[in-house]
């Protein structure tokens, strides 16, 4: 993004709806560091898990 001013209202919004009250959201703004889950809201981890079962390739389905 070009305007720093929406782009920090942007990460601002991003860690309202990802991360639980009260955790440390610096990943939202520093993509280097590792997200932690224990920091991610309840909405957040349910994709997350789902996500994760979808994409690993050790867990395949036998029909």
Same mark, same amino acid.
């Given at each position: 993004?070009?305007?720093? +001013?929406?782009? +920090?209202?942007?990460?601002? =919004?991003?860690?309202?709806?990802?991360?639980?009250?009260?955790?440390?959201? +610096? =990943?939202?703004?520093?993509?280097?560091?590792?997200?932690?889950?224990?920091?991610?809201?309840?909405?957040?981890?349910? #994709? #997350?898990?789902?996500?994760?079962?979808? /994409?690993?390739?050790?867990?395949?389905?036998? /029909?």
């Amino acid at each position: 993004m070009r305007d720093p +001013e929406q782009r +920090e209202s942007l990460l601002h =919004w991003m860690a309202r709806h990802i991360a639980d009250e009260g955790q440390s959201t +610096e =990943w939202v703004c520093d993509m280097t560091q590792l997200i932690r889950k224990v920091t991610l809201s309840f909405a957040a981890k349910f #994709w #997350w898990f789902i996500i994760q079962a979808r /994409l690993s390739p050790h867990r395949r389905t036998i /029909l």
